[in-house]
C-alpha cells in the first residue's frame, strides 16, 4: 500500500505525510490488519493529518480486504476528509470495520455524511465500531435515521458530544426499530430528565441493548422521576448487561427504587453507580440485592459516601454464599478502620471476590499490616492436632498471602521505619463488561429465569 500512496500523491501533485508512510510501509500482509495513526502521539515534526491525506487514505483502501481497523483520532479532518472516509465506506468490497475518529472538527454536515455511508453498509461486516467525539454538535437525527435501516453497527460511542435532548429523543426513535446495535454509551451528551426517561421507556421492548451509559446527564430535579423508569425497565428487560449510572445524583432513595427493578432481573452484571450521593442507608437496600441477585459480578460505589456502616452492610453481603459478586470499588467513600478490616475479612470468606478497590478511604496502619506467617507450612493432620492459620485480617495480609493479587487491586503495600503502609498502584475497575466479555459467557444474562408472580408496570 506505501507504493500506491507514493504513485496516488506523485499524481495528484500532493506532499508525501512522513507518518502515513511510514505506517503504511509498516503494514503487514495479513488477514486482520489495524493502521494507527493518531495524532495525541508526541512525536517530534510530525504532522497530523488533513483532508488531503484522508482522501489519500480512502484511495489506498479501495479494494483492499486485509485492513480492517483505522484510528486517526486526534487529526485535522474536517468534513471534507470525512466525505472521502464516507465513501470508502460506501464500497461494497469495503472491509473495514473499526473506524474511530474521536476528537477531529467534523460538524454537522460531516456526520450526516458518515450516517450516509453507515446507511449502505453491505451485510458482510460482522463488527463495526463507530467512535465519533468532537465538540461541535453532531447532526444526530441523519445518524439515527441511518440506524433505523443499517445492521451491521454493532457499537455507538457519542459520548463527550452535546446532543442534547433534541438528539437523545432521535436516538430513542432509532432504537425502537434497531435490533443489532449492542453498545450506546451517551456520557457527557447534556441529556436532561425527559430524554433519559424516554431511553428507559423505550428499552423495555429493546432486548438486543446489552451495555448503556448515561453518565452525568443534566438532571435539575431532586425528585429522580427518572429512576421511577429506569427501575420498570429492569424488571422487563432481560437482554441488558451492563449499566452505567455515574454523576445522576443519585440518593438514598433513588438506590432503593433501582434495587426494587433489579430484584426482578436477573441478567444485569455490572452497575456503575460511581459519583452519586449514595450513603450507608442506600448501601443497605444494594447489599440486600447482592445477596439475591443471581448475576450481578460488578458493581462500582467509587466517589458515594458509605463509611464504615455501609462498608460493614456489603461485607456481610459479600461473605454471603449466594453473593456472587466478583469485583468492587469503593474508593473515596470516607471508610476508615472498621469498615475497610471488615471488607478485608468478607473477601478473606468470600469465594468469588477477586477484585477489590480502596484507595481514596483512610489507610490507617491497622488496615495495612502484614502479619503472614513466613515459617514451613502445616503438616495435612487432623486439624484437632494442627488447627488451620486464620484468615487474613487487613489488606497487607490478603496481598502476601495471594488471596488479593496486586493486579486486581489498586493499592501497594510498602514499610517505612518499621511501619506498614498503603501506596496506590494503577490499576483500577474495568469501565466496560459487555465489550470485554466473550459472547458465550454473556449467554446466562440474555436467557435469565422468568420473575415469580406478576409485575405491574
Request: net charge negative; hydrophobic share 40%.
Amino acid at each position: 500500500m506505501s507504493e500506491l500512496y507514493v504513485a496516488f500523491c506523485a499524481e495528484h501533485v500532493m506532499d508525501i505525510n512522513p507518518r502515513v508512510l511510514q505506517a503504511l510501509e509498516k503494514t503487514a500482509a495479513t488477514d486482520s490488519v489495524t493502521i494507527k495513526l493518531p495524532g495525541s502521539h508526541n512525536l517530534r515534526d510530525a504532522e497530523r493529518l488533513s483532508d488531503g491525506d484522508a482522501l489519500a487514505l480512502s484511495k489506498c483502501l479501495r479494494g483492499n480486504k486485509t485492513v480492517t481497523a483505522l484510528d486517526v483520532r486526534y487529526n485535522n479532518i474536517t468534513d471534507a476528509g470525512v466525505a472521502h472516509l464516507a465513501d470508502l465506506l460506501q464500497e461494497d468490497d469495503s472491509s473495514l470495520l473499526s473506524l474511530d475518529l474521536m476528537f477531529n472538527d467534523i460538524q454537522s454536515d460531516g456526520a450526516e455524511l458518515l450516517a450516509k455511508g453507515l446507511k449502505v453498509l453491505t451485510h458482510t461486516h460482522t463488527h463495526t465500531h463507530l467512535c465519533v467525539c468532537v465538540y461541535i454538535y453532531i447532526h444526530i437525527a441523519s445518524l439515527s435515521l441511518s440506524l433505523q435501516c443499517n445492521s451491521t453497527l454493532l457499537s455507538l460511542r457519542l459520548s463527550n458530544n452535546k446532543i442534547e435532548s433534541r438528539g437523545a429523543m432521535h436516538l430513542a426513535r432509532m432504537l425502537q426499530v434497531n435490533s443489532t446495535l449492542r453498545e450506546l454509551e451517551l456520557a457527557d451528551c447534556h441529556l436532561d430528565t425527559q430524554s433519559v426517561i424516554a431511553l428507559a421507556v423505550v428499552l423495555r421492548a429493546n432486548q438486543t441493548l446489552r451495555s448503556v451509559d448515561i453518565s452525568r446527564p443534566l438532571l435539575f430535579s431532586l425528585q429522580e422521576e427518572w429512576a421511577v423508569h429506569v427501575s420498570e425497565m429492569l424488571v422487563v428487560n432481560v437482554g441488558l448487561v451492563e449499566l452505567h449510572l455515574g454523576k445522576v445524583g443519585l440518593s438514598d432513595a433513588g438506590v432503593e427504587r433501582l434495587s426494587g427493578g433489579l430484584r426482578l432481573n436477573g441478567g444485569l452484571r455490572y452497575l456503575d453507580l460511581r459519583c452519586n450521593r449514595v450513603t450507608r442507608d442506600g448501601v443497605r437496600h444494594l447489599a440486600d440485592l447482592l445477596q439475591h441477585h443471581p448475576s450481578l459480578e460488578v458493581v462500582d460505589l467509587s466517589s458515594n459516601r458509605i463509611e464504615d456502616e455501609g462498608a460493614v452492610f456489603l461485607s456481610e453481603a459479600v461473605a454471603g454464599r449466594s453473593s456472587v459478586l466478583r469485583e468492587l470499588s469503593v474508593r473515596s467513600n470516607t471508610i476508615r478502620t472498621e469498615g475497610l478490616l471488615s471488607l478485608a475479612r468478607a473477601m478473606a470468606a468470600s469465594t468469588t471476590l477477586d477484585h477489590l478497590y480502596i484507595w481514596g478511604n483512610h489507610l490507617e496502619e491497622p488496615v495495612c499490616q502484614v502479619t503472614c506467617p513466613t515459617g514451613p507450612a502445616p503438616s495435612p493432620v487432623r486439624h484437632v492436632f494442627n488447627p488451620p492459620a486464620p484468615p487474613p485480617q487487613a489488606f497487607g495480609e490478603l496481598m502476601a498471602s495471594g488471596r488479593l493479587p496486586a493486579e486486581q487491586t489498586d493499592v501497594s503495600p510498602y514499610e517505612v521505619d518499621g511501619r506498614a503502609l498503603l501506596a496506590e498502584a494503577s490499576h483500577s475497575l474495568r469501565r466496560h463488561y459487555a465489550s470485554s466479555t466473550p459472547p458465550r459467557l454473556l449467554l446466562h444474562a440474555t436467557t435469565p429465569p422468568p420473575p415469580t408472580g406478576s409485575q405491574t408496570l
